[in-house]
């Protein structure tokens, strides 16, 4: 069973920067699309950004070149760092995977951008 779990979520002040990770487990595939996406208070879900296996990548305008998206497969992770943070990217923040027609989450990191 493959299995996503991010880290790295926090407190951080605007203008801050933060990187989350994503590992994968439970399969010895690569995971060819991996995304980010986040859930704000009272919000629905959203997308962040996504990756391929070969690291072609594609952004929502909101965080378009003030947010990252790598990944390393030998380790079966991907990277989100975060610039410039403003107070509306507070927000729980999950991995997707889409493996072999199957979807898999995390369970979230909480980022708060506050003063």
């Known amino acids: 069973q493959v299995q996503l779990v991010e880290s790295g979520g926090g407190l951080v002040q605007p203008g801050g920067s933060l990187r989350l990770s994503c590992a994968a487990s439970?399969?010895?595939?690569?995971?060819?699309?991996m995304g980010w996406y986040r859930q704000a208070p009272g919000k629905e879900r959203e997308l962040v950004g996504t990756?391929?296996?070969?690291?072609?990548?594609n952004y929502a305008a909101s965080v378009k070149g003030r947010f990252t998206i790598s990944r390393e497969n030998a380790k079966r992770t991907v990277y989100l760092q975060m610039n410039g943070l403003k107070p509306e990217d507070t927000a729980v923040y999950y991995c997707?995977?889409?493996?072999?027609?199957?979807?898999?989450w995390g369970k979230g990191t909480l980022v708060t951008v506050s003063s």
């Open positions: 990756i391929t296996s070969d690291g072609v990548t």
């Open positions: 997707e995977g889409l493996l072999r027609s199957r979807e898999y």
């Open positions: 439970g399969t010895s595939f690569i995971i060819p699309l």
